[in-house]
């Protein structure tokens, strides 16, 4: 069974990091691509970072490049998204998603979802 666990989230002012970390188990990064997606009511879920350590390639959206890194453990089991010079504009429901090698890092490349951890930047 393919489980997905995301912790860290939390309120921060702006400025201020975070790191989300994403537990995996019965698959790895190694297999598949994995990342973080964001969330706020009334828009569609957003690829914000994306990691497959198989391809090693990663990806980040425009708006957290240069802020935000996504990376694995040595196990491939758990990916980490360390947030840095955090925006208000980054707040959201932050979930990790897991899909098949060569997909994209958008929602529907993503077969397996964790549930969402919240974070909240106040300005």
């Known amino acids: 069974e393919v489980q997905l666990q995301a912790s860290g989230g939390g309120l921060v002012q702006a400025g201020g990091s975070l790191t989300l970390a994403c537990a995996v188990s019965?698959?790895?990064?190694?297999?598949?691509?994995i990342g973080w997606f964001r969330q706020v009511p009334g828009k569609e879920r957003e690829g914000v970072s994306c990691i497959s350590t198989g391809e090693n390639s990663s990806f980040s959206a425009d708006s957290v490049k240069g802020r935000f890194t996504v990376s694995s453990d040595n196990a491939k089991t758990t990916v980490f998204l360390q947030m840095n010079s955090l925006k208000p504009e980054d707040t959201g429901d932050y979930y990790c998603?897991?899909?098949?090698?060569?997909?994209?890092?958008?929602?529907?490349?993503?077969?397996?979802w964790g549930k969402g951890t919240l974070v909240t930047v106040s300005s």
């Open positions: 019965g698959l790895t990064a190694d297999d598949h691509i």
């Open positions: 998603g897991a899909g098949s090698l060569g997909g994209l890092c958008v929602d529907p490349y993503m077969d397996y």
